[in-house]
């Protein structure tokens, strides 16, 4: 209701597997509250990426049994699948900034993610030791300075939506 005081509008749009808005601009509260009720029970509006992490995990533990390098490629394609997963979403947000260029000031966006990192895929490297993520010179095995890499350039795209939503007059809130 804070949010709506003064003739505010809010939308409610989901980034699942899908871009979806769920209600439009509106000042409605009672249909937004709606919405967002029945959202709990609407598998569409949620992705079941966040909820299978620990069996990503636990995938890891298995594939160590075999082989530190076993493990250390499927951590890679892991990391290098939320990475991917990271950009998607972020792409998707900026289309949905880019719908609210022509409303008047002010404006706010409030994002909620549940598995955004700023370092995505970087946590995967947590089962391995120093020495298997490097060579017996001190250089990154390949898997590794993959994931190394890819985590570091992963604050890049959160930091192009924060400029695109400064520069078209939105706070915005993550």
């Not at 989901?14 to 000042?27: D, G, M, Q, R, W």
């Not at 300075?145 to 924060?162: E, F, H, R, S, T």
């Amino acid at each position: 209701p804070k949010l709506l005081a003064g003739g505010n509008r809010a939308m409610i749009v989901a980034n699942a597997t899908e871009l979806k808005t769920i209600v439009p601009l509106t000042s409605n509260l009672a249909q937004l509250e709606a919405a967002l009720a029945k959202m709990v029970n609407d598998s569409s509006t949620f992705d079941s990426y966040a909820t299978l992490e620990e069996t990503r995990m636990s995938d890891i533990i298995v594939e160590l049994d075999r082989g530190v390098g076993f493990a250390m490629a499927l951590a890679s394609r892991f990391a290098a699948d939320e990475r991917w997963r990271q950009e998607r979403d972020l792409r998707r947000l900026s289309m949905v900034l880019g719908r609210l260029s022509d409303l008047d000031s002010p404006k706010s966006v409030l994002y909620f993610a549940d598995t955004m990192r700023q370092n995505a895929g970087e946590h995967y490297l947590a089962f391995f030791s120093g020495v298997d993520t490097v060579d017996a010179n001190g250089r990154p095995v390949s898997d590794s300075a993959q994931i190394q890499a890819d985590a570091a350039m992963g604050a890049l795209p959160l930091d192009k939506v924060n400029n695109e939503a400064s520069g078209l007059g939105i706070r915005f809130y993550h």
